[in-house]
């Protein structure tokens, strides 16, 4: 499951990033990034899911589906990074300070 909500996230970065993109070109940078192919069922019913979530929107344009991030799903990029940038701070801080005790920096 991990992967599968990972791949949520990474899908709204690139967006947050992005702006809109068409549901071919954000696969694209997606699997550049995994440097993997994804399957495109799955990825697409990924991309529906987070629209029914409400945290991408897609309108049609063409023949081509274009999303982007909602306001909520702006929010939740921006919560995930403010999040894990305090792990990342606090992890090097932790590891600093549990050295010289027995304490174990992992829970």
Known sequence: MWFQ???RRDLCA?????GELRG?????RLE?????RIDPQSFYGTLDALVEAGHLRRRTEG???VYGLTDTGAE????YHAWLAERVANGARGAEDAKGTN???VD
């Open 5 to 7: 909500s990972g791949r």
């Open 14 to 18: 690139v967006l947050y990033d992005a």
């Open 24 to 28: 071919q070109k954000l696969k694209t």
């Open 32 to 36: 550049r990034y995994y440097d993997l």
């Open 63 to 65: 023949i081509h589906d």
């Open 76 to 79: 939740r990029v921006e919560s």
């Open 103 to 105: 304490e174990s920096v």
